[in-house]
């Protein structure tokens, strides 16, 4: 039995191959078209997917996708009705790509997938709370999905047992905590449905000091968790734009200019606005468990993807337990409809477990030997225990090296098959690897990834983190290049059974250097999706600070490759994010 996951039309395409219950390829579409975000229908994703499990479509029983189109654009125009005549810009915008396009769900899947079988469409909160609980090692779970918008949802509640799941509390659009976050997102200047992550990382300089102003005059926040947002301040229920005036008036300085100066009032934005949404998720959590009584939680959407939050969930809440998947917002709801189809709607016992990330696509060594030579590129090559020695040589030697091996990840983050490393022991490292690899901002942190055994020594850590989806506090003085601001870190804990590769060469930077991290951020440059095909992670190599690059088995020296002939500016090249 064969399904297909689909998700697109908002942000984070993607598309999921699940058989006989494994899920056994997931990707973005943004991989393939090299477009941030791309939020298109997910053709390259498909068709990656089939050819990874070597099926063609008339092979896939059922084709599911993680929303309903026609409950969207009835929220849609019932907003736009509500808010008239002020969102008529925003309706004369969006409309032609409903008509043209977003409508037509079914039509394209048959005519130009030319898919015979049944499509399937599951709301778009079930889709999030599917890719948590229906592939988590729980047998029964309580569930909380938080994101932008589904259909009306914005949050649900609910809980799962064995392949069941129950929604039992929602709410609606426009009171969105996913949209609130992407709101203050749009006020630091920085980029909606794609920088959220920024806002995250720059809190943690600021203090709380807008914490009280934004409780009283833009939450009104229930024992329950749940929440309504005052309107009056936000316009991305009738606009183009997120916040208005009186947003500005409130704060008392205009929305920040994208790239600008970032100053103390925007760290104290970021830092209230972060500690209001842990607040929030905190009494979600905490209404959820005594609603249900269960230990363990799932969580999805794209709210589970701030790992602060995550956090104190952990610390603060009575759920012991906690299983988020590495792509939990909407690219993951494609993963989400392929598992709710297989197991509750065709009522399929659960056997699968969602250990590792890494389902998108991987080049053998031969084919990234004949890329090498088709393109004229000077390599060496070593093997098995050599290429480990000589790339933990070089790491400790303080070269920024592109390590590009195996199947990519799904999700944000690059867990080690898609990864830029260096030495974590060296704080200049992370104003080397913002400036000169990656081109970003300053404030940006790094993360580390430990090898799991040795993660005790290093932080106050008490579960494993293998997606990077928690935080913890740094016990080590000794690698400032991974630890944040805070004293906190993001971490991937790394266990042999999950990537036996990059495991060993932590284990061999370990051997060398007593250090058993490695500071590991995603292979690409700003802006630009991750690297996919061997070409490309060359490319951002040839057009950053990096060291070397080790594709495959093939080390490539920055110091012996003939300069690329064009004239590279990231910001024409690639969006900014
Ligand atoms: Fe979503």
Not at 55 to 74: M, N, Q, W
Not at 371 to 393: H, M, P, V
Not at 399 to 413: A, H, L, S
Not at 457 to 479: A, C, H, N, Q, W
Request: hydrophobic share 40%; net charge neutral.
């Amino acid at each position: 039995m064969t399904v297909l996951g689909l998700s697109c039309y908002y942000h984070d395409a993607a598309a999921a191959l699940v058989r006989d219950g494994r899920l056994v390829a997931a990707a973005h579409e943004e991989r393939f078209t090299r477009k941030r975000h791309d939020p298109d229908f997910p053709y390259q994703a498909i068709a990656y997917c089939l050819q990874e499990a070597g099926i063609s479509i008339d092979d896939v029983d059922y084709i599911g996708f993680y929303d309903k189109p026609f409950t969207k654009l009835d929220r849609i125009l019932q907003t736009y009705f509500a808010t008239w005549p002020r969102s008529y810009p925003s309706f004369i915008k969006a409309m032609p790509v409903w008509i043209n396009e977003k409508m037509w769900v079914p039509q394209t899947i048959r005519k130009k997938l030319n898919f015979k079988g049944e499509i399937l469409f599951c709301d778009h909160h079930m889709s999030h709370a599917a890719s948590a609980f229906l592939v988590s090692p729980f047998k029964e779970a309580a569930i909380l999905t938080l994101d932008g918008v589904g259909e009306w949802d914005t949050t649900t509640y609910g809980y799962g047992q064995g392949n069941n799941i129950r929604l039992l509390k929602t709410i609606h659009f426009p009171h969105s905590l996913g949209l609130f976050y992407s709101a203050f997102t749009y006020y630091l200047g920085f980029k909606v449905n794609s920088a959220e992550y920024k806002v995250m990382g720059l809190a943690p300089f600021g203090q709380p000091a807008f914490y009280d102003l934004i409780m009283k005059e833009l939450v009104d926040l229930k024992d329950d968790g749940s929440f309504k947002l005052n309107m009056k301040y936000f316009s991305y229920d009738y606009g183009l734009k997120m916040t208005n005036s009186r947003f500005d008036q409130l704060f008392g300085f205009p929305r920040r200019k994208p790239e600008s100066e970032i100053t103390k009032f925007h760290q104290d934005v970021a830092s209230s606005l972060q500690k209001v949404t842990e607040d929030i998720v905190l009494k979600m959590a905490n209404h959820l468990y005594k609603e249900t009584g269960l230990k363990n939680l799932c969580l999805a959407g794209g709210v589970a993807l701030n790992c602060l939050a995550n956090s104190r969930i952990l610390k603060e809440t009575p759920f012991k337990e906690l299983f988020i998947q590495p792509g939990s917002s909407d690219a993951g709801g494609a993963v989400g409809v392929a598992a709710y189809v297989y197991y509750t709607l065709l009522n399929n016992q659960r056997k699968f477990v969602w250990k590792d990330a890494y389902l998108g696509p991987g080049y053998s060594q031969a084919e990234i030997k004949d890329f090498l030579i088709r393109k004229g590129i000077c390599f060496k090559e070593y093997n098995g225990q050599e290429l480990l020695k000589i790339t933990a040589r070089l790491l400790s030697e303080q070269n920024i090296i592109g390590w590009y091996q195996g199947r990519m990840e799904f999700g944000p983050r690059s867990l080690g098959n898609r990864s830029i490393l260096a030495d974590p022991r060296r704080g200049e490292n992370k104003d080397r690897v913002n400036q000169k690899v990656k081109y970003r901002e300053t404030f940006r942190p790094f993360a580390p990834s430990i090898l799991w055994e040795k993660a005790k020594g290093y932080f106050e850590i008490d579960r494993e983190s293998p997606f990077m989806l928690l935080t913890f506090k740094v016990k080590s003085r000794e690698i400032p290049a991974v630890t944040h601001v805070d004293n906190s870190a993001r971490l991937q804990t790394v266990k042999r059974e999950e990537n036996e590769l990059f495991y060993d060469l932590l284990s061999e930077f370990y051997s060398l250097t007593g250090c058993p991290a490695l500071l590991n951020t995603s292979f690409n440059l700003r802006g630009e999706p991750i690297v996919c095909t061997p070409e490309e992670a060359y490319l951002s190599f040839m057009r950053s600070g990096m060291d070397y690059l080790i594709l495959g088995n093939y080390v490539l020296d920055k110091k012996e490759m003939a300069p690329l002939l064009e004239v590279f500016a990231y910001e024409k090249l690639f969006a900014q994010d």
